[in-house]
């Protein structure tokens, strides 16, 4: 195996920002993790991370929340939402073509919240949609305490 390691560590330069194939640095990372431990390894216990943050979570109860309101017919999908001064972010992708007073349907902001994950399309909607019927939908997905706050 010693070989193949000093073939590897031989190797490596090339794959580096630089190096002639520095394109193929992540399959060479991959290929080199796999066989080899890395050499920077952690001494303590890790940090356990969720493997979904909580903003994806938010977007999925948002669409769950608008799409049970369509199918239950209380509101159509070409239904006009007015953009308020709060909703728009302005650091947000989709934001730079939308204004505060801009009429964007609940489809067009259900794609971009899909889409871009833009905090317009989500402020938008959490506005159009009052909270109780967040509360809801949070309680329908088994997450009762979760408060739908942004």
């Given at each position: ?82 953009l ?18 801009d ?27 009052n ?20």
């Open positions: 195996m010693r070989p193949l390691r000093n073939l590897l560590d031989k190797l490596e330069p090339q794959f580096r920002r630089g190096g002639r194939l520095e394109s193929y640095q992540a399959v060479f990372e991959m290929l080199d993790t796999l066989l080899y431990s890395p050499s920077d390894v952690s001494r303590r216990a890790p940090h356990v991370r969720d493997a979904i943050d909580l903003k994806r979570v938010m977007i999925i109860v948002v669409l769950a929340a608008v799409l049970k309101k369509a199918e239950q017919g209380v509101l159509s999908l070409d239904q006009e939402v007015t308020g001064e709060k909703e728009v972010d302005t650091y947000a992708v989709v934001a730079t073509g939308h204004r505060a007073g009429r964007v349907t609940v489809r067009a902001l259900l794609a971009e919240l899909i889409q871009f994950s833009d905090n317009t399309a989500s402020f938008a909607l959490a506005r159009f949609f909270a109780e019927a967040f509360q809801q939908t949070l309680e329908d997905l088994g997450l009762p305490r979760t408060p739908p706050d942004r």
